[in-house]
């Protein structure tokens, strides 16, 4: 996660950088799959979730030594996630139980649509630090991405449930071709809600994500997109408005804020932001983040559900993520092993080598160059004998993409 107004705050109150990458004990953030079950049915889910009772998902025991055992490792930060997570049937006695563990910080992450009545009580009992809600788009937009009409409606009362409760809240808006041109009227519901904090995901590639690939916003948008919302950061940022931004699924957000950044500021400035940008170091996949999935496999992020590094049903997260596994290990690798595009980056220190798992889909090799990435060569200091990267083609069904080859 690229957090936009952090780093812009380095702008008018600059501080000392921090490195956060050692050579090792960096503690993940972990985002939990608590079940793949949901009400809702959207288009860029990674999770390929519905309505359904799906087999084999943790049991109530399971998940309560999960919760155990991420205590013991002091992991930053918890967020619990699904499919739906209210969906799941003991979600509120794990979310009690976390709490009673006193997890440094507690996050939902939730479509919204339950956030009523006692529900969205309970979730204020236990205090969670922060709650993210998705809305992808205008009412009858989000509804038909989202899969469920009536949705916006629904998780907008689910935000306003929670701001009436003093809970910290954000917005989720993930960006696509048909959708771009909405961000405007999200950032606006934000500043009318008082929502604290607004995440832009860009689409990644995984379940039907991966299936809808062909939606993925052109670079130009995706570059206008970043354009208003460096703009309206900035703007906060002067007024001392309150409203957060942040960026996930596309690190290159990160090389384009600094371009920015050195085209407007003086070199001092421009300096002392990519040092924090690069103690930061772009993309976390399996070092800073970790997931676990309904079923209680680990995976080095939400979207490597086609790599496992094995299951907390036989043996504990901890030791999973401590042990010998070869592709974390290569993530956690700085330079990461990249090829193409990303391969001959100047600015890989920054972005991390992106999202990976772009790369895989479309080509099958994990280190090849991030389609999404919409930097030119010439920005970002590539030689142009490079070309000008692997091409998204639409998804047209498994077996016309190409096998995927780990390790
Ligand atoms: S070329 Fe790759 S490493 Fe460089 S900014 Fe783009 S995605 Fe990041």
């Not at 950088?17 to 009400?39: A, E, F, L, Q, Y």
């Not at 890989?348 to 090799?365: F, M, Y």
């Amino acid at each position: 996660m690229f957090r936009l107004s952090q780093y812009m705050q380095q702008l008018k109150t600059p501080t000392p950088v921090r490195v956060r990458r050692g050579s090792g004990g960096v503690k993940p953030v972990v985002i939990w799959n608590m079940t793949r079950r949901c009400n809702l049915k959207c288009r860029h889910c990674y999770t390929t979730s519905a309505d359904v009772q799906f087999p084999g998902e943790l049991s109530h025991d399971q998940a309560m030594g999960v919760l155990d055992d991420l205590n013991d490792f002091k992991i930053p930060a918890l967020i619990l996630s699904g499919g739906e997570p209210l969906s799941r049937f003991d979600f509120f006695d794990l979310a009690k139980r976390a709490r009673e563990l006193d997890f440094r910080y507690l996050a939902l992450s939730t479509n919204g649509t339950k956030l009523t009545g006692d529900a969205v009580a309970k979730v204020a009992d236990l205090n969670f630090d922060y709650v993210g809600i998705s809305i992808d788009g205008v009412k009858d937009f989000n509804d038909w991405f989202r899969g469920q009409e009536g949705a916006y409606d629904e998780a907008l009362h689910g935000i306003r449930e929670c701001k009436k409760r003093g809970i910290k809240v954000g917005l989720r808006f993930t960006i696509t071709e048909d959708s771009a041109h909405m961000l405007d009227d999200m950032l606006d519901l934000c500043d009318a809600e008082g929502v604290d904090k607004f995440y832009l995901s860009h689409l990644v590639y995984a379940g039907r994500g991966d299936k809808h690939r062909g939606d993925d916003t052109e670079h130009k948008r995706t570059r206008k997109a970043m354009d208003t919302l460096i703009q309206r950061g900035w703007d906060a940022i002067q007024n001392d408005k309150p409203l957060e931004l942040v960026t996930g699924n596309n690190d290159a957000d990160a090389v384009y804020f600094l371009k920015w950044v050195q085209e407007n500021f003086s070199a001092e400035q421009a300096a002392q932001v990519q040092s924090h940008l690069e103690a930061w170091g772009g993309n976390s996949s399996g070092l800073g983040v970790a997931n676990i999935d309904p079923l209680g496999r680990v995976h080095p992020d939400t979207y490597w559900s086609d790599y496992t590094i094995g299951n907390v049903k036989s043996t504990p997260f901890t030791q999973l993520w401590t042990g010998d596994d070869p592709m974390l290990a290569t993530l956690r690798q700085r330079p990461r092993p990249l090829k193409g595009r990303c391969g001959e980056c100047t600015f890989k220190d920054v972005c991390g080598g992106n999202t990976r798992i772009r790369a895989l889909q479309v080509t099958g090799d994990p280190w090849a160059e991030d389609p999404a990435c919409y930097m030119s060569n010439q920005e970002v200091g590539i030689d142009e004998h490079v070309g000008d990267g692997v091409v998204v083609t639409p998804f047209r069904g498994k077996r016309h993409d190409p096998k995927h080859q780990f390790l």
